[in-house]
């Protein structure tokens, strides 16, 4: 299993572009979420998923849309770019159950310029 | 909303040395995790803590859970610099999972 994989590593875009940041996983979990984080700062909830075609606003999601369209996919839009979305992305999933543990991905450092 | 607080931010630990890193809620948990993420990583799931006043080791680490489900603490005896990195707490309340801001270690050889 890769786990969960996310793509591009690296971006940098330019003020009010937009991009969409990829998360799969191949692990069967049905919740998903993305996370950012801050230089030197914990992880923010943006969005969620509890499974296919179920999303959930998290603690900051202005400016970011997600769709979960199946259970192994979840990307996350950003539409017109702002410096202060310039963060590091992490997907992460998990199963439901006793054993809740979450797997991150290796994450995207998005620099908005 | 729930909050998670996490103190110290910052610590520097000469090797060998033990030291705690605490973890706390505002509302009751259903349960904690505590992750580990190296410079330039991502988060590494360490341990979940589910029981009241429950305590979990893992070799040179013990975790432990409070008796009113509120707080936990991470202690490390004898640091090695294998154990830099920032240790995160993450709550886990009404089905949100919420994360503290981290202790941020540093060992000094």
């Known amino acids: 299993n890769a786990g969960v994989t996310q793509t591009p590593k690296f971006r940098i875009l330019k003020i009010g572009q937009s991009m969409t940041l990829q998360c799969t996983q191949d692990?069967?979990?049905?919740?998903m979420y993305w996370y950012r984080q801050d230089p030197g700062m914990g992880l923010k909830l943006i969005y969620y998923?509890?499974?296919?075609?179920?999303?959930d606003k998290g603690e900051v999601p202005n400016g970011y849309n997600v769709s979960r369209s199946t259970t192994e996919d979840f990307p996350l839009r950003l539409e017109l770019a702002a410096p202060s979305q310039t963060s590091v992305y992490f997907c992460?999933?998990?199963?439901?159950?006793?054993?809740?543990?979450?797997?991150f991905g290796s994450g995207t450092q998005l620099s908005v310029l | 909303g729930q909050q998670v607080m996490q103190i110290p931010q910052y610590q520097h630990v000469q090797e060998g040395e033990d030291f705690t890193t605490y973890c706390n809620s505002s509302?009751?948990?259903?349960?904690i995790q505590w992750y580990k993420q190296r410079p330039g990583g991502h988060p590494v799931f360490l341990i979940q803590?589910?029981?009241?006043?429950e305590v979990k080791k893992q070799k040179r680490l013990t975790f432990q859970f409070g008796e009113a489900k509120k707080n936990s603490s991470l202690h490390i005896t004898a640091t090695q610099t294998t154990d830099v990195g920032t240790y995160f707490c993450?709550?886990?309340?009404?089905?949100?999972?919420?994360f503290g801001a981290g202790t941020q270690v540093v060992v000094t050889p």
């Open positions: 992460a999933s998990r199963l439901q159950g006793v054993d809740e543990k979450l797997f």
């Open positions: 692990m069967n979990h049905n919740y």
């Open positions: 998923s509890v499974g296919a075609g179920i999303t």
């Open positions: 509302t009751t948990l259903s349960n």
């Open positions: 803590l589910v029981k009241s006043g």
């Open positions: 993450a709550g886990l309340s009404w089905g949100k999972l919420q």
